[in-house]
């Protein structure tokens, strides 16, 4: 009796041990948190256009650099107020953090001032969400951002390795207008669009942009290419255009590409595309020289000849000649 005892004493520790052993591998792990957001404060809960709406918050982020092993922390964060009203309007905002510095800053005091236009939509605006972007090279799987995006009642809860959720209700403010807001993108006049020489030697490249509201932004991205296709990512760079009061055009002066340092090959540079948003968000995308390449089959695009560069007179027969090697993808 005392042996069978022994017995059902010993099987019961052992299913206690096996019971025990399974709940602690059960328990998921903990999300990893880069960086937390507290005393959000807003001046105005309700604003009509004239007004200012001032916004402060702090964000901790102290050990942000142990993702992905990145060595340098944030170069900017990105703020997304976005108006809860269909068809959205968003306003962006870039906010320095470490700018460049090797050193990454473990908290950041984000502050700043929206100022409420007539055309903003009325009702709801709130901050959609935080973008943060390394400054870094791009990592292996093409992602080098993290994002807190605003859910109601989320408590950072991870919805993927580079993202949580959590409530920013609190960043939040009312807009009272009776005035129609604007929902019309800029539109780029193809015929608008000049590419020459100016005085100084330069390539000026000069669009024309129209809209009702304010711009706030025209841009346009040069891919470098070999006869191979695109090197890699750091082939693309985007311009900054700025307004010529005497032209009415937005320019940009482009330069020349130069041979590959390393292989020594030739490279041609060509527009690939012309970005332009406005005031209240309105943005507009067109896709120049993409030929028939399938990625871009469903972008609107402009046909523009003749905005096209060379690093040497040989490239430049051979490319004449042989016209595909703009679109190998």
Not at 156 to 163: L, V
Not at 202 to 209: D, H, K, Y
Not at 221 to 228: A, C, G, N, Q
């Amino acid at each position: 009796m005392n042996r069978q005892k022994r017995f059902l004493t010993c099987f019961l520790l052992f299913c206690m041990m096996i019971c025990s052993g399974l709940t602690v591998s059960a328990k998921k792990k903990a999300p990893k948190i880069f960086a937390t957001v507290s005393d959000i404060k807003i001046s105005k809960k309700k604003a009509k256009p004239g007004d200012e709406v001032r916004y402060k918050f702090m964000i901790k982020a102290p050990k942000i650099t142990a993702y992905q092993e990145c060595e340098y922390g944030v170069d900017h964060i990105f703020l997304i107020w976005r108006s809860q009203k269909k068809p959205y309007q968003e306003l962006k905002m870039s906010i320095p953090w470490d700018n460049g510095s090797k050193k990454h800053k473990a908290n950041l005091r984000v502050s700043g001032k929206i100022k409420v236009r007539k055309g903003m939509s009325a009702g709801k605006w709130q901050l959609a969400g935080i973008y943060f972007n390394y400054n870094e090279p791009e990592t292996e799987d093409g992602n080098n951002s993290l994002y807190i995006r605003h859910r109601k009642n989320a408590n950072y809860k991870k919805k993927r390795d580079n993202e949580i959720l959590l409530d920013l209700s609190a960043a939040s403010f009312q807009v009272k207008s009776k005035a129609s807001a604007d929902h019309q993108t800029p539109v780029v006049e193809q015929s608008g669009v000049t590419f020459a020489k100016n005085k100084k030697n330069q390539w000026i490249l000069g669009i024309r942009v129209s809209d009702k509201s304010p711009l706030k932004s025209v841009s346009c991205v040069w891919e470098d290419r070999t006869l191979k296709g695109v090197e890699s990512q750091e082939s693309y760079t985007e311009y900054n255009l700025k307004y010529n009061k005497k032209t009415k055009l937005y320019e940009a002066a482009i330069p020349v590409p130069l041979k590959d340092s390393l292989t020594k090959e030739s490279v041609f540079s060509q527009l690939l595309q012309i970005k332009a948003a406005d005031i209240y968000g309105n943005e507009i995308s067109y896709f120049v020289n993409v030929g028939n390449r399938q990625r871009f089959a469903k972008e609107q695009k402009l046909d523009i000849p003749n905005t096209i560069l060379y690093s040497d007179t040989e490239i430049q027969k051979y490319v004449e000649e042989h016209p595909e090697v703009r679109y190998i993808e």
